[in-house]
DNA sequence: TAATAAATGTTGCTTTATGTTGTTTTTTGA
DNA sequence: TCAAAAAACAACATAAAGCAACATTTATTA
């Protein structure tokens, strides 16, 4: 048996597509008003050229980034973070100039952002500048280098250098850990100094955490807490750092 | 000479577009109430001016890759680039270090390179690099700066400089036109100066296209075509294109 | 209007795709 | 862990699509 391009699988790849990335043998099938084997036999050649992945009971498109919501779901607290990227976008008018850092609350905030029109976005992100842009008239600044292949982020010089020619409206950042007698921490030198440097960058500085962040311990500080502006969580912080919030002028905004 | 004929295949063409691109055989001769050979024989047209792709029982629209979006031209004549990824991928051993240019077909190529270890990769293309950073222990180097909204390219000046730090095993490229008389071709300049500097920076050139390429027009020449080492398509090209490739001792892989 | 060229339709035949049936493998739920 | 259910696989018969040669219609030109 020799197979043939098709236009059967032009349907199946036009239906997955449809889908949102991956669908059942058995919901093709009906939505094609063809037999189950027909579309195991096609989907059978598209996974030899590599079109698509087969599944136990269905098949999902290789490639196209929509398995990203498929990896995002295998990271901690996602409910959380997709509650408090809504209300980071809440606070991000159309039109806005606004710093992105790495992490995975902030890539969240870029999905959260994929409606919104004319931003410019400075990121050293990978996945942030591959969802904004190509998008609704964004322009996209990627500082670029060597991506960390952890969680493919630019560091060192050339990302700071870069970051420098920006002024923003806003800087997003994440944080990993919040306390009262330190302020806001990260696990990671270089992405301390990235985050000084665009907080001093911008207007309004917002850092986005979900709760696990509260007194969890990180060796790094992002820099005087003074600074930040909002710190948008999805639950009231300890008692603590509420009031240390209040003695840094940050306003806590919490995401329902 | 022939005012009428014409005006069939443009009805195919409109039916073509009104179902979204791709239709069945049967289908469009309904609609156009006319036998399904006709439909063939001017599909059979259609698809010598390239401006359509013939499938077992259907067909779909070639668009011109000027015209439509990055994501567009990421659905077109999926199965061939699919098979031509493949066999760039075949050619590239683990631990290699290449450039990978912009474009569909290279786009298709970060995928086919997911199982693929130790690669440093060299990209102005976010698609590329999202694809291929925290992936299987790849290095991932991505040029920087403002990213084109259409494509999600990095160009310019700091992007050329970029890749001037690099020497690479391969250079994998993409062309809008290939024809005898010109060698390789591309729509736009910075492209084109791109894709000479990473030419020159690399000890094997490939060059990707499927077979819409052949002949096709496009403004720019990427430069010398005696440079390329292999061009990979997913059927053989005119011999005129045949006898050049000779010539420029570029090698033809064919992708099945 | 007749002659010619082009396009379309028709028919018989070959190739390819699909549906069906029965069997094996994998998942699910107790 | 087992048994029942769902999904996958294999093999065959049938249906659909493609192809080529010829007939017919439609358009073009003298």
Chains 1, 2 share one sequence.
């Not at 290789?62 to 990227?85: C, D, H, M, W």
């Not at 911008?202 to 850092?207: D, L, N, P, V």
């Not at 311990?217 to 710190?231: C, F, K, Q, R, S």
Request: aromatic share 6%; with cysteine.
């Amino acid at each position: 048996m020799k197979p043939q391009p098709n236009h059967r699988q032009q349907e199946i790849l036009t239906a997955l597509h449809k889908a949102g990335g991956s669908a059942r043998i058995h919901t093709i099938a009906q939505t094609l008003d063809v037999s189950e084997e027909t579309v195991r036999r096609n989907i059978k050649h598209l996974t030899t050229i590599g079109a698509v992945e087969k599944l136990h009971g269905g098949a999902r498109i290789v490639g196209n980034a929509e398995e990203t919501s498929f990896q995002q779901r295998l990271s901690e607290n996602p409910e959380a973070k997709i509650r408090i990227a809504h209300k980071v976008a809440e606070m991000i008018p159309n039109g806005s100039s606004l710093f992105l850092d790495i992490g995975s609350t902030t890539a969240y905030i870029a999905d959260a952002l994929r409606d919104h029109q004319n931003l410019l976005v400075v990121t050293n992100s990978i996945a942030v500048a591959y969802k904004l842009a190509t998008r609704n008239n964004n322009r996209v600044f990627m500082a670029g280098g060597e991506l960390r292949s952890h969680d493919g982020g630019a560091f060192g010089m050339d990302a700071m250098n870069f970051a420098d020619n920006f002024q923003t409206d806003f800087a997003v950042l994440s944080a990993a850990g919040i306390n009262a007698a330190n302020g806001f921490m990260l696990f990671d030198l270089e992405e301390a100094k990235f985050s000084r440097l665009i907080m001093s960058k911008s207007a309004t500085r917002i850092i986005a955490a979900d709760a696990r962040k509260f007194n969890r311990v990180a060796p790094v500080t992002i820099g005087n807490p003074d600074l930040v502006d909002y710190l948008v969580c999805d639950a009231l912080p300890p008692k603590d750092i509420t009031q240390a919030c209040e003695s840094w002028t940050t306003e806590i905004t919490l995401a329902n």
